[in-house]
């Protein structure tokens, strides 16, 4: 077949509904199961520093480092990222020097452990050997297409700009496909870091939940007027023996009253996210979906024969009760044979999405009649 058949059903137990904020938008997913459920209107709103998670991802697509031990090439800095240093309304790394080097590892720290906003425009110049950003912002532009993250603008590398726009939804697209590095995960984990040729060490923004005990490992924070809180999280809750991803964006959070350049909607934000971080580790669970033996699809002759088709083992799914499950029969681009005895492979039932979907063979519950050149997996039946 040229397309996989898919289905859907729902992971076992009663409806769970995380405890999602008052107003604002957020999104939740497991890494494999799919989608918890998402909150508010998906409307493009600024982004604050979260924009930075773009910026990290481009600069490591660009110029990737091998593992958590590669520091990568040396980056120097230029006059801008000075004089961007000793602004008073942002988040910057200061007292830095013209001609300074710094290893893109350590770039990548001062980028997202503090928000330095003038080395984000430092890595946007340094990756394209130009003097300005806007060569940068383009690429940011054209990987949010390539992401699908069809919501989202943006205008600068560092969030500051609130033409910077984006949404829950798009954003935990992009979360997914940033922490697929070794590199990013390594840095945003980090509730601090001291950086050779700094004065003094850098802390992390959201410290309040690496340090909550809730095995929350990043992702970046972001808050000014415009914006409000902003977040976008990764926390892992170990399941079956196995460390289990669980990533989550929270925007357009803010407080009443005070909030000068966002601050306290930033405690806000990272509030709020905490209570469902907590929730959905609770919740989340390990339950067999599809059983050894159970009929999943048929094999469609398309003359009137079927032939049915079973899981050969147990497919297990981690998740939360009531999720959504995505099923895809497929054959792996190998046509069923013309002829086959009951208990031949003919291809794998899959449940969630992503590269951390788990899936099982299936293989004929009955003998597969010859000829049959026309045949097909059809109709997913979990």
Known sequence: MSDDAQSSLSFPGGAFSPPWPDHGQAAVTVAGSGSVGAFGEQKPVPTASVAKVMTAYIVLRDHPLKDRDDSGPQITVDAKAVQDGTAKDESR??????????????MLRMLMIPSGNNI?????????ASDSETAFVKKMNDAARELGLANTTY?????????TVSTAVDQLKLAEAVM????????????????????????????RLLLAGLSVRG????????????????AYKTVGGKDRLILGTMLDQHVQGA???????????????????????????????????QVVGYIDDKLGGRTP???????????????????????????????????????????????????????LANDLPAPSFTARLTRVRP
């Open 259 to 293: 909030d000068p350049y966002g601050s306290n909607s930033l405690v806000l934000v990272q509030d709020n996210s905490k209570k469902i971080i907590d929730a959905v580790r609770n919740a989340l669970t390990s339950a067999t979906v599809i059983k050894k033996g």
């Open 93 to 106: 790394i200061e007292g830095l020097t013209v001609g300074q080097k710094f290893s893109e590892q350590d």
């Open 219 to 234: 992702i970046k924070t972001g808050s000014n007027t415009a914006a409000g809180g902003t977040l976008s999280w990764a």
């Open 120 to 128: 984000a425009r430092l890595l946007a110049r340094w990756d394209t």
């Open 180 to 207: 697929k590095s070794d590199a990013f995960r390594q840095v945003v984990a980090m509730p601090n870091a001291d950086i050779p040729g700094l004065p003094q060490r850098i802390n992390n923004n959201n410290d």
């Open 155 to 163: 205008t600068d590398p560092s969030g500051l700009d609130q033409g």
């Open 309 to 363: 088709v079973a899981a050969t083992e147990d497919l297990n799914v981690v998740g939360t009760p009531g999720q959504p499950l995505g099923i895809t029969l497929g054959d792996h681009g190998t046509p069923p044979p013309h002829g086959a005895k009951a208990g031949t492979t003919v291809g794998a039932v899959t449940a969630g999405s992503g590269p951390d979907a788990p899936t099982v063979p299936i293989a």
